[in-house]
């Protein structure tokens, strides 16, 4: 049975939580992110749409110390204190390969056809849909009472070889750390446009 | 004022609007969407994350019978009919020069400096950062009580030509019809993976 919405707007305190009030931190509490919270976010973001189900995202939890060490090397030098400061960074990954998955992910046709052969539209398919994913995982991880930093200064052959060795069609999107925001590591929110600067209604 | 929301849960009802119970729609109700709701959606994505505040969508949200006529031409056979029916279809698309806006949009330093001259990694985080904006779109438009339909069926050099001929620096990402769904449209949700089957706690 299909549940609709329609017309009915979230509470103005969860709009708040997942956008409005949301900020993107650079520091972090000492307080720990259990693997049950890592689940939990998994389980609302794999339900976000990705085109054809195809479900690029491959992600590693990045939590112990040695992993944390590993992932610090691999990161700018304006990156390393948060990213060891950080409970978890999330490494949002995607496979290029993803098409060997959609017979059981989108059983009611072929669609592994559509892709084969077709190795630049997969990785631009892949990138896409993975970067979408990663937008669902920070939107879930908000809505569970956490915070997200998301980066993208690191460098990318660096992380791939030390977290996707064994999976050499794996790619790294980008990296978000995951975890209970230091209000006092953030400035003063940037200025946002208005609708008719960057939106047209045609 | 920073407010947080620490292990404070969005509740089920609205967990279940934007993520568990949404679903991508193909076919739509005869109900108009406002242009006062799209300008909503655009207030509330805006606020999502993007690497330096680059903010590099562009979206034409497509309305008008003639503007459908001209996004019609250019999409897939498959999607012909569910634009034509859907009461708006936002082109998600993206400024690859992005970086003349940054001097307003991220003020505390140079960060136009960082992409002039290169522009490969212009493309590449406008990509990336228009597809976090296209996920907050949909999150948004959901949040509202409004439904989406994400599609990546369609030419995109024939989509630049038809609606971004004047910006010759714009690209498109994806597009996304929004409505009320209609529940006859869908079919049965197809599978999502287990934590296990694409994540990893390292």
Not at 116 to 138: H, I, P, T, V, W
Request: aromatic share 10%; net charge negative; charged share 25%.
């Amino acid at each position: 049975m299909t549940v609709q919405f329609h017309d009915q707007h979230l509470s103005a305190e969860a709009l708040d939580q997942i956008f409005r009030e949301a900020r993107s931190y650079n520091g972090w509490l000492d307080k720990e992110v259990s693997d049950e919270q890592l689940h939990s976010i998994y389980e609302l973001m794999k339900m976000g749409p990705t085109s054809a189900n195809m479900q690029p995202a491959r992600v590693v939890w990045v939590k112990s110390d040695e992993a944390k060490a590993k992932l610090v090397a691999c990161v700018s030098e304006g990156n390393k204190a948060k990213v060891e400061a950080a409970p978890v960074t999330a490494i949002i990954g995607y496979d290029i390969d993803f098409h060997e998955e959609l017979p059981w992910l989108f059983p009611h046709t072929d669609a592994k056809s559509w892709f084969e052969g077709d190795e630049e539209g997969r990785k631009e398919g892949a990138f896409r849909n993975s970067a979408l994913q990663g937008a669902y995982l920070m939107i879930a991880a908000r809505a569970l009472g956490l915070d997200c930093g998301p980066m993208s200064g690191f460098d990318a052959a660096a992380v791939e070889k030390a977290f996707f060795a064994d999976d050499p069609r794996h790619r790294v999107n980008f990296i978000c750390s995951i975890g209970y925001g230091d209000k006092t590591s953030i400035f003063g929110r940037s200025p946002r446009p208005d609708f008719d600067k960057f939106n047209e209604i045609a």
